[in-house]
């Protein structure tokens, strides 16, 4: 059985008229007849009930009408969604993202997906820092990551989305909480609520330097893998956390942030394979310039997509 007379089938039961049935399919009217009985050979049933002066359904014909109005149905939305997917206007996104920059820059992602490519969705991996993500980029895993650098891993391009600086995220009895703005200095003598050393975080190395700089190490109480980790700790009263601005984001019973005046801002960017030649990929990038959602000009087009 083919498609094809599938469709003739369709044509025929609508307009009841092998004539007029034959012009809209742009074809002679025998070989319309002759593929109209192959179909019923083939089904063993009469599918028309045929007379000199009119073409009807049988009850078969009428059962086989739904079925083949469905299929078609079906078929003409799977040719559409494939051309969808080849122009890079529906498919999955898979996006990794730091633990401060899901609640942020994520809402923000998503608002603008759902605008502007509809028929787009996404995975989404949170909590992952710089080095997992460019591991999973390079694996294969990711497609695009909102990370913050410096990159090791070579292959990967990157622009930049934001430039933050570091807050204190303190217990709300804290004796800092009621303070308007806060030194690096006077958090010399607090315990420190940290990612484990061992995960090459780039916050971690900012936190560390702007304490240097006013003359201390700080003191890691606690090293946690994911930043709600850290935020419930701090909400437990076991320390504070210095992170991104952009946790501000991220209200949460307990908790109490404060500006940091002279600590040091962590860079925030969106990275993908340089060999990556997706239309999906080329249409995110060309969606995030014209939304003006990069931080300077550069060029966002990867190699070898037109």
Known sequence: MELRHL???????????????????????????????????????????RTTRQVTLTGAGEVFRTDVERILKAVEEAVTRVGRFASGVEGVLRVGLTGSASYRQLPALARLLKREMPHVMMEVHTDM??????????????????????????????RSLADERLIAAVPEEHWLAESGSVRVEQLRHEDFIMYGATLGSVVNDAVVRSCLASGFTPHCAYEVTETSAALALVAAGLGLAVLPDSIRSAPREGVRYK????????????????????????????????????????????????
């Open 7 to 49: 469709r003739y089938f369709a044509v025929v039961a609508e307009t009841r008229h092998f004539g007029k049935a034959a012009e809209r399919l742009h074809m002679a009217q025998p070989p319309l007849s002759q593929a109209i009985r192959r179909l019923e050979s083939e089904l063993g049933v009469d599918l028309f009930t």
């Open 129 to 158: 820092l710089t080095p997992a993500q460019e591991l999973g980029l390079i694996e294969r895993r990711l497609d695009v990551g909102v990370l913050r650098p410096p990159i090791r891993q070579e292959g990967i391009a990157h």
């Open 259 to 306: 500006e940091i005046t002279d600590a040091l801002s962590v860079p925030l960017a969106l990275a993908w394979r340089e060999d990556d030649g997706s239309p999906l990929l080329r249409n995110l990038l060309g969606v995030l310039e014209r939304n003006d959602v990069f931080l300077g000009p550069g060029p966002h087009i990867p190699q070898g997509v037109a």
